[in-house]
């Protein structure tokens, strides 16, 4: 079995061997293949002896993709473990304005994808790395934004911390999905612009609650900031609490009539905007269309079951 494990702060001990640039470019991210292989990769290599992680970085970004252009950011240390091995790596994000012709014969394709490949050289690897930098550029858009800090039992600490730096053990911050239901058993989803984290991929409303907020407050508010639409507080309740490992994701459901004429779009936000059904979500998740929500499939049959109960109670 192999194991990756991300690390905010240096462990000891720490020898980084690698360093692997999740590399977009156009909104889509570059990925290579091998002369000898048939499977895709995200640019990376071995660090060289003398060299630093960053300017290896800079060595292998330009060496596997023709990368003319860039900028390149720091997003966290790694361990992978498999075996009874480690290995340590650097990962980075690089944002690439122009791209040259390949330096070399080593890389025989340099593709752009919406979403990962199926056919990886490293499938229990790479996802990994990747969701790791999508999250990272989720916290670095608004990365002043502040939160309040809970512990884990979801008292209020009296703490604020700031969006875009790591979060310490054990606090938890508090966040909420918005899931928006129409008479038709629809769901409103958005799809993500091309600047953000999981670019092009469909989701619901939702996201971090702001210093002061409470749950319902965060729910409304990422509603009118993300969709541009008033959301009745009578219309909606809140169904469900997971407790992940940083955070508290309250999960809301609105049952509201929207005409998607009224949907405002926010730039560098959201894209396009659609109703979707339970099973429609379900095929987009599966095709990787759809951002990785966990437990999204336990979280559609109990929203789509309460419909269903609720009409069935309204019959009696």
């Known amino acids: 079995m192999t194991q990756v494990e991300f690390f905010d702060q240096e462990p000891p001990p720490f020898a980084p061997l690698f360093s692997v640039i999740a590399a977009r470019y156009r909104g889509e991210w570059l990925l290579v ?21 960053l300017a290896a970085a800079e060595r292998e970004l330009y060496e596997e993709t023709g990368a003319a252009e860039f900028t390149l950011d720091f997003v966290s240390r790694y361990r992978v473990m498999h075996a009874g091995e480690s290995k340590d790596g650097c990962l980075f994000f690089a944002e690439i304005q122009s791209l040259g012709a390949l330096p070399g014969c080593e890389i025989a394709e340099c593709c752009s994808f919406a979403v990962l490949p199926e056919k990886l050289t490293y499938p229990q690897i790479q996802p990994q790395l990747h969701h790791r930098v999508q999250a990272w550029l989720n916290l670095q858009s608004n990365a002043d934004e502040r939160w309040d800090v809970y512990d884990s039992a979801r008292r209020p600490t009296g703490r ?20 928006l239901q129409n008479g038709a058993g629809d769901f409103l989803i958005t799809k993500r612009s091309a600047n953000k984290g999981f670019p092009h991929l469909w989701e619901c409303t939702g996201g971090s609650a702001l210093a002061g907020d409470d749950s319902q407050q965060a729910a409304l508010r990422e509603a009118k900031e993300e969709i541009g639409i008033t959301l009745l507080p009578e219309n909606g309740r809140r169904c469900l609490t997971h407790k992940f490992a940083d955070s508290f994701c309250d ?66």
């Open 251 to 316: 999960i809301w459901l609105f049952r509201q009539e929207i005409d998607l004429a009224e949907v405002v779009l926010q730039p560098d936000e959201t894209c396009d905007v659609q109703w979707a059904s339970p099973a429609e979500i379900r095929a987009l998740w599966q095709a990787g269309l759809f951002v990785p929500l966990r437990n999204i499939e336990q979280l559609l049959a109990q929203l789509d079951g309460q419909r269903e109960r609720e009409m069935r109670g309204s019959q009696c």
């Open 33 to 53: 293949r091998q002369a000898a292989r048939g499977t895709w990769e995200i640019p990376g290599g071995h660090i060289e002896p003398g060299e630093t992680p």
């Open 160 to 179: 604020t911390h700031r969006r875009g730096d790591p979060l310490p053990a054990g606090d938890y911050h508090l966040t909420v999905q918005v899931w």
